[in-house]
C-alpha cells in the first residue's frame, strides 16, 4: 500500500517570496507522484504530476517539483509566490501498476501582501 | 464541455435518511470515482469505476453504494445516513486508470445531523 505525508499543514508566506511545499511517500513499489491544487469552495485541479524521465517537473501557474526516489519525496516550489496562489495543496501518489489515488492531508498556502 | 458536474451542492439529512448525489461527465472518460474530503485527512477514495458495468470499493466504502450503467453517469448512494457522514463529496473522472490527469466536479457538501 502506498501513503503520503505533507509536513506542514499550513505554509503562511508573503507575496513574491520563494515557497517549498513538502511532501514524502512510501511504497514498496514504483509510483506515479501528482500534486493538485483546491482554491476557496472548488474542486481539485492538477499542478503537474511525475511519470518517468527527468525528476524536475514543471507544472502550471510557475511551479515545479524535484522527484527524490531516494529520499521518497516530491517537494512542490514556486520561486515567486502571488496572492492568487493562496489555496489548498495536495500531495498524491498512485502505484505504477495500480488505479488509486492516494492524497496527502493536504497544505494550506497563505500568501499575505 | 461542462466537465465534471455534481448535484446538488448543498444537503442536509437526517440521520437514517438515504440520499443518491449525482455525478455525470461529458469527457468520455471510462474511469470515475468518489471522494470524501474531510478536514486534516485530505481526499479518501470511497468507489471507482473502470468502466459501465464495473465497480470497486475504494479505502472508505462502508455506507455507501454505487452502480455505472452508462459511460457518462456515477450515482453514489447512501443507504441510511450517519453524522459520521457528513464531509463534502468530489467525484472525479479520468481517461485512463493509471498516470491520467482527475478531473474533480465542484463538490457535494452534506451535512448529517
Known amino acids: 500500500a502506498q501513503s503520503v505525508t505533507q509536513l506542514d499543514s499550513q505554509v503562511p508566506v508573503f507575496e513574491e517570496a520563494p515557497v517549498e511545499l513538502r511532501c514524502n511517500y512510501s511504497s514498496s513499489v514504483s509510483v506515479y507522484l501528482f500534486w493538485y491544487v483546491q482554491y476557496p469552495n472548488q474542486g481539485l485541479q492538477l499542478l503537474l504530476k511525475?511519470?518517468?524521465?527527468?525528476?524536475l517537473v514543471k507544472g502550471i501557474n510557475g511551479f515545479e517539483a524535484e522527484f527524490n526516489k531516494s529520499q521518497t519525496s516530491f517537494h512542490l516550489r514556486k520561486p515567486s509566490v502571488h496572492i492568487s496562489d493562496t489555496a489548498e495543496y495536495f500531495c498524491?501518489?498512485?502505484?505504477?501498476?495500480?488505479?488509486?489515488?492516494?492524497f496527502g492531508a493536504g497544505t494550506i498556502l497563505r500568501v499575505k501582501s | 464541455n461542462a466537465g465534471v458536474t455534481q448535484t446538488p451542492k448543498f444537503q442536509v439529512l437526517k440521520t437514517g435518511q438515504s440520499m443518491t448525489l449525482q455525478c455525470a461527465q461529458d469527457?468520455?472518460?471510462?474511469?470515475m470515482s468518489w471522494y470524501r474530503q474531510d478536514p486534516g485527512m485530505g481526499l479518501r477514495l470511497i468507489h471507482y469505476s473502470v468502466g459501465a458495468g464495473i465497480t470497486d470499493q475504494g479505502e472508505v466504502p462502508n455506507g455507501y453504494n454505487v452502480s455505472r450503467s452508462t459511460t457518462e453517469d456515477f450515482p453514489l448512494r447512501l443507504l441510511s445516513a450517519a453524522p459520521s457522514q457528513t464531509s463534502v463529496y468530489f467525484c472525479?473522472?479520468?481517461?485512463?486508470?493509471?498516470?491520467?490527469?482527475?478531473?474533480f466536479g465542484p463538490g457535494t457538501r452534506l451535512t448529517v445531523t
Open positions: 498524491a501518489v498512485s502505484p505504477e501498476y495500480g488505479n488509486k489515488l492516494v
Open positions: 469527457m468520455n472518460h471510462e474511469y
Open positions: 511525475y511519470l518517468s524521465g527527468s525528476t
Open positions: 472525479a473522472s479520468s481517461y485512463g486508470q493509471v498516470g491520467y490527469e482527475q478531473y
